[in-house]
């Protein structure tokens, strides 16, 4: 099951359209500031595309805005829902780091086709993603 129905697809990125717009910035200068594409950006817009965190963030950061702006019409959210989101953006940064660290340890330790053929995969990986 989606994280995100098509209608709230379509919210967020009306909201995004909006505050892009506000500015005066095109989607030309939300790629040059944070590297998304433009193509990517316009499917957000149109609720074509579930943006992950990530690339919220990466939003947020370009319209210099606080993310909330994306979720709420104009309003702060209550102060238990943001504690909320840094708790489970507290740990999932945890688990991050723990993972890392593993994945770190146990690099040396492959051969190297196989070290060849994982970094290969991350790379693609990474392209895919946009990032």
């Known amino acids: 099951m989606p994280a995100f129905s098509i209608m709230q697809n379509m919210l967020i990125g009306q909201r995004v359209r909006s ?14 500031r944070v590297g998304l594409m433009r193509t990517y950006v316009s499917r957000v817009e149109r609720g074509r595309t579930t943006p992950s965190l990530d690339t919220l ?7 210099r805005v606080p993310m909330y702006r994306f979720f709420c019409n104009g309003h702060r959210p209550n ?17 991050e780091v723990r993972d890392l660290a593993r994945f770190r340890r146990m ?7 196989d070290r060849a053929l994982l970094l290969s995969t991350a790379e693609q990986m ?3 993603l946009g990032r």
């Open 19 to 32: 505050l892009r717009r506000k500015q005066q910035m095109s989607l030309g200068d939300i790629e040059k």
């Open 107 to 113: 690099l040396p330790r492959l051969k190297d086709g």
């Open 57 to 63: 963030e990466k939003l947020a950061f370009a319209l």
């Open 126 to 128: 990474a392209r895919i």
């Open 79 to 95: 102060g238990n829902g943001q504690r909320l989101f840094r708790r489970r953006t507290r740990a999932a940064a945890t688990a």
